[in-house]
């Protein structure tokens, strides 16, 4: 909650970067069909057209590929954040270990792989 409420400069780094944060953290991937005569508009939304998925895929990474999404939480788990890191590596570790912290201590997801 500090993250959100701080106006220090760490908390205002995570606010700016909390999308970023969260997908990195993700354990599933979101897909689904978007309207793509929509983005055309510049407009931060987006349409669906049909379902949304969810994919966890593979639990481990193909030979030669990082560890992306469930498989940061199963696969190498001695270098997790060094691996999160090297998705999106503009990312403040600090603030990344704390929220991995955070996830491991309270998410049950997590937990189970």
């Given at each position: 909650m500090n993250m959100y409420t701080s106006l220090g400069s760490e908390a205002n780094f995570f606010r700016k970067n909390a999308r970023s944060y969260n997908s990195l953290l993700a354990?599933?991937?979101?897909?689904?069909?978007?309207?793509?005569?929509?983005?055309?508009?510049?407009v931060s939304n987006f349409v669906i057209h049909g379902q949304v998925y969810y994919l966890i895929r593979s639990l481990l990474p193909e030979e030669g590929q990082v560890p992306r999404f469930a498989q940061l939480y199963i696969y190498d788990t001695e270098n997790e954040i060094s691996n999160h890191l090297s998705i999106i590596n503009n990312l403040d570790k600090t603030i990344l270990q704390n929220l991995q912290n955070m996830l491991h201590a309270i998410n049950p997801y997590v937990h189970a792989f």
């Open positions: 354990c599933t991937l979101f897909e689904t069909n978007v309207n793509e005569e929509f983005q055309k508009t510049k």
